[in-house]
């Protein structure tokens, strides 16, 4: 089998710059299907940006992406359509219509890309909720009426609304409590094991990196500095990486992580 038929995501020397300011300054990465692949790095590194090239909403001065298949490379709309169907986002702060309820927001993409009765359209909305770990009672409710944790299930829940082979999850955890946090981080395992969806999650939640991630791209200054499992990067002798995972903060994500095991 040709390993790139099990290629999702390839970006190759990826730049960006946003007049003086270089964000990325060669990024190179894959992505295998089937895999939870999480991009790692300090605030303001750049993760959300390469986010947002590999869902179109924003383009790099020079290198590729190609995802499923596809070069980004001047794609026009029409084209992307078809495409951006294939994946969903989860956005940080869930992009959820605060004039719509729970169940309006994930039946919404699917009103929108599917000829189906409004019976049948409430029903899917209901299955892609129930699927993102709500109970039947979230569906009537308006965002402003739900937990932080809630909301990012409903979030979640109007990513995959199209079915999506490929997630994109932007910041899952952040600000959510430790107890809510674990739950998410189990829910997104077996989305994944159930489904059989490739994600590529974008935090710097260390516990979350240690108790989901396949592999981790950790960015900084620009570059990949590393890519592997969170044991190689946790092993790794580069001064960053070290750093950044034998914190104080690295340090207690790395024993809570051993004690699960």
């Not at 999480?38 to 020079?62: H, Y």
């Not at 992307?80 to 169940?103: C, K, N, Q, Y």
């Not at 489904?195 to 989901?212: A, F, N, P, Q, S």
């Not at 024993?255 to 699960?260: E, R, S």
């Amino acid at each position: 089998m040709d390993p790139r038929d099990d290629t999702v995501i390839d970006v190759r020397h990826v730049c960006t710059r946003f007049g003086a300011q270089v964000v990325h300054a060669d990024v190179s990465l894959t992505v295998r299907r089937g895999e939870i692949f999480a991009l790692a790095g300090a605030s303001g590194c750049g993760k959300s940006t390469l986010l947002r090239e590999l869902i179109l909403l924003e383009r790099p001065a020079s290198g590729s992406i190609c995802v499923l298949g596809h070069d980004l490379a001047g794609m026009g709309e029409e084209e992307a359509r078809p495409l951006r169907r294939s994946w969903g986002v989860m956005f940080e702060r869930g992009a959820l219509f605060s004039s719509l309820t729970v169940a309006e927001n994930v039946a919404l993409p699917i009103r929108e890309h599917e000829h189906l009765g409004e019976r049948l359209v409430d029903e899917l909305a209901a299955v892609k909720i129930a699927l993102a770990g709500l109970p039947p009672a979230a569906g009537p409710k308006y965002p402003a009426e739900l937990s932080g944790g809630m909301r990012k299930r409903a979030a979640l829940a109007r990513a995959m609304a199209l079915d999506p082979e490929l997630l994109f999850l932007d910041e899952p955890t952040a600000g959510l409590d430790p107890l809510s946090a674990t739950g998410f981080d189990e829910l997104v395992r077996s989305l994944r094991d159930n489904l059989g969806l490739t994600l590529v999650v974008i935090t710097h939640d260390l516990d979350l990196l240690w108790r989901v991630a396949d592999r981790v791209a950790f960015m900084a200054d620009g570059h990949i500095l590393g890519v592997g499992t969170m044991k190689e990067l946790s092993t790794s002798d580069h001064p960053v990486l070290s750093q950044y995972f034998h914190g104080p903060r690295g340090r207690s994500a790395w024993d809570q992580a051993w004690k699960a095991r």
